[in-house]
């Protein structure tokens, strides 16, 4: 936290370096947040530019009562909800799945093959997290992909931890049964 304060205090002296840091270090969290409660690729980016407008902007109220990265969670979530607000009638373009990308192989020792196979299980597990309504599926991606704790997610999503957690062991059991289903449709797990 001692590195957070210290950018605060250089962002809010003037240094625009400082803040550029801010947004490198928090750039991902704020892309997974949007990305899961925002399905509209065209909306993505605004989003993520008024998210750190605002922290931008709001920088100066930060209390330091929290990690800057749960601060910032918050923006992005609330900015989020916002937007699906304003946008009430145009629900279900925001929730259309979106057509996924290949990202290049990174290493030369997985084969072609092993690397094809995990890339569509990868996709598969993104699908049905996409698929899964917006809180569970946000709830699983700041657990297990951003690394933040109960406490963090309930202050991020203004919900008490025990919700939290109980939305986790749901969001975990309705990803579970979907894969098992497509996996046995898909002939890969025997009966």
Known sequence: MENSSQQIAAVLAGNRRAFAGIVDSHKRLVSQIVHRVIKSEADHE???????LKVYQNLSKFRMESKLS???ARIA???????????RALLYEDFAPEGETVDSCAGEAITPYA???ARQFSTSICTEIDRLPPVYGLILSLYHL????YTEISNVMQMPDGTVKSY???????????LESKLQLEGVLCA
Request: proline share 0%; glycine share 0%.
């Open 46 to 52: 605004d989003l993520c530019q008024d998210v750190f």
């Open 70 to 72: 749960t601060w910032i």
């Open 77 to 87: 979530y609330n900015t989020s909800l916002n937007f699906i607000e304003k946008k």
């Open 115 to 117: 690397w094809t196979e």
């Open 146 to 149: 951003q690394d933040l704790s």
């Open 168 to 178: 986790l062991f749901r969001a975990r059991k309705m990803l579970k049964e979907r």
